[in-house]
């Protein structure tokens, strides 16, 4: 990763600390409602108007720079691997990260991430482990 992508995520992580959670209005108020957003529509909304003490609500300005959209906390590009063919057509591992799909088992997880890992790629969502066996 070249000195700018790691310059441009450095910022992303620290904008997304000064970044307020959105929360659905009134959801504090109600059991019924998930915190998930919903964009305030009410004419009298205080959210929509956007009144001091209330939450703040989702605005452009708040996103990530554009060039590291996308990209996993490590600054890399994630591919999913579903599949042989995906792994397959990865390519070169520079500047990728690999993530398994849930649907893939131990034994395919186990069997990808070896060959993933004798081509050099860095994988996101697997740790190895060992199984220690007492011979007697």
Do not use: C
Request: hydrophobic share 35%; no cysteine; aromatic share 8%.
């Amino acid at each position: 990763m070249n000195t700018q992508a790691k310059r441009l995520v450095a910022l992303r992580r620290r904008r997304k600390k000064t970044k307020p959670e959105f929360v659905r209005q009134e959801s504090w108020r109600y059991v019924r409602l998930d915190e998930s957003w919903r964009k305030p529509r009410g004419k009298d909304s205080k959210m929509r108007l956007r009144f001091k003490g209330w939450p703040k609500i989702v605005k452009v300005g708040y996103g990530s720079p554009r060039k590291t959209r996308g990209l996993h906390p490590s600054g890399l590009k994630p591919i999913l691997i579903s599949s042989r063919r995906d792994l397959e057509e990865a390519g070169s591992p520079e500047g990728k990260i690999l993530v398994f799909s849930s649907k893939l088992g131990r034994r395919l997880r186990e069997a990808f991430a070896k060959e993933a890992l004798s081509k050099g790629f860095a994988i996101a969502n697997y740790e190895a482990k060992i199984v220690k066996t007492e011979g007697a």
